[in-house]
């Protein structure tokens, strides 16, 4: 399952898709926006997406995944437009039969994710914004 | 007379999505940029710089996708093409 939603992010609606008798594992990551910033208090922050070509790459991420580790399910989901302090912004699950292919497949994503897909973030405070230094999708020139 | 048109049609018109801090800091969601017909994602992302000095600060980092794909600088663009600069990504 790949989504790329304004809403609140719903575990439960995640642990379902990754529900499947033949897995004795399940692996989840939760990524919550934190207070604490290089720049300050954070209140809450802003993610911009490419929606095209953002759930591309997580179907390309989802097709790696799927051919590295022996795995059953996954689903990733991200938040995108205003996320509060304390809110969920993206949960990657993955089921298994055992915990060690869930584990690695899980880490692999997110790492991905954070590296690959069009997603920005700004940090908003009190007085002041920032977006977050990111990493290049690089391009030969 | 026929030169003259031959020099009109050999330009294309460009659109480029902009994207987070590019975006703000061209005050636009898209920029229109008109090359030569052949161009490349090189002489692209090279009139745009020129075209729009309040990127320059950027020091090139950001990349231009092509039909939603990173593609590279030798890359020839179209109007037929859906282009989009893009900063640093920061996701999750």
Redesign the interface.
């Known amino acids: 399952m790949i989504c790329i939603t304004l809403e609140c992010l719903n575990l439960q609606r995640v642990l379902d898709e990754l529900q499947d008798n033949s897995s004795g594992a399940v692996s989840i990551f939760i ?1 919550n926006v934190r207070r604490g910033s290089v720049h300050g208090n954070v209140l809450e922050i802003y ?4 929606k ?3 759930e ?1 790459t997580m179907r390309d991420i989802e097709k790696e995944v799927f051919s590295k580790w022996n795995i059953n399910r996954m689903a990733m989901i ?1 938040r995108i437009g205003t996320v509060k302090v304390g809110e969920t ?2 949960i990657i699950g993955v089921s298994s039969e055992h915990r060690e292919e869930s584990f690695q497949a899980c880490k692999y994503a ?1 790492d991905s ?10 940090e908003i405070f009190t007085s002041g914004q920032n ?11 | 007379m026929i030169n003259v048109i031959t020099a009109i049609s050999d330009d294309q018109k460009i659109i480029v ?1 902009m ?3 590019l975006r ?1 800091a061209v005050g636009k969601n898209e920029v229109v940029i008109t090359l030569p017909r052949g161009s490349t ?2 002489t692209l ?1 090279n009139k745009i710089l020129q075209e729009h000095p309040s990127l320059n600060s950027f020091n ?6 092509v039909n ?6 030798d890359t020839v663009v179209s109007t037929k093409d ?1 282009i ?1 600069a ?7």
Do not use: C, N, T
Not at chain 1, 113 to 122: D, F, G, M, S, Y
């Open positions: 990524g993610y911009e997406v490419y095209e070509m953002a591309g991200h912004s993206v997110i994710l954070k590296r690959r897909v069009p997603i920005w973030k700004k977006w977050v230094d990111g990493v290049s999708l690089g391009q030969e020139i | 999505r994207f987070a801090i703000e994602v090189k992302k090139g980092q950001f990349i231009i996708s939603h794909e990173a593609v590279s600088g859906v989009a893009l900063p640093p990504v920061s996701g999750g």
